[in-house]
């Protein structure tokens, strides 16, 4: 069964810093594309960064690009995205989402949530002005 947990959320002051995990099941190996997503009320889903099973490439949403970095760690079955320069416009729940191989590719530079197929449950992110 695929499992994906997020965890590493918090309150922080405009400013600081956050790092988010996010630990997914076997099923989930380096051939999927994984992606991190945020969300708050009101709004839509929000592509924040994905990163690429092929070559390793990343891509960063414009309002994180420079602040923002995805990584994995496939040996520990682990992707993470680093937040620096917090703002309070990043306030959201974060959601690590994977599309496994067996599916159609997913838009690398235009991060559509309904190409994910497996999502955490997600984990909150609050950033204080």
């Known amino acids: 069964q695929v499992q994906l947990v997020e965890s590493g959320g918090g309150s922080v002051q405009a400013g600081g810093s956050l790092k988010l995990a996010c630990i997914y099941s076997?099923?989930?190996?380096?051939?999927?594309?994984m992606a991190w997503f945020r969300q708050v009320p009101v709004k839509e889903r929000e592509g924040v960064a994905s990163?690429?099973?092929?070559?390793?490439?990343?891509y960063d949403a414009d309002s994180v690009k420079g602040r923002f970095t995805i990584s994995q760690d496939n040996a520990e079955n682990t992707l993470y995205l680093q937040m620096d320069s917090l703002k309070p416009d990043d306030t959201g729940m974060y959601y690590c989402?994977?599309?496994?191989?067996?599916?159609?590719?997913?838009?690398?530079?235009?991060?559509?949530?309904?190409?994910?197929?497996?999502w955490g449950q997600g984990t909150q992110v609050t950033v204080s002005s």
């Open positions: 990163i690429s099973p092929d070559n390793g490439a990343t």
């Open positions: 076997v099923d989930i190996d380096s051939t999927a594309y």
């Open positions: 989402a994977a599309a496994p191989p067996s599916g159609p590719p997913p838009h690398m530079c235009d991060l559509r949530s309904d190409e994910y197929p497996f």
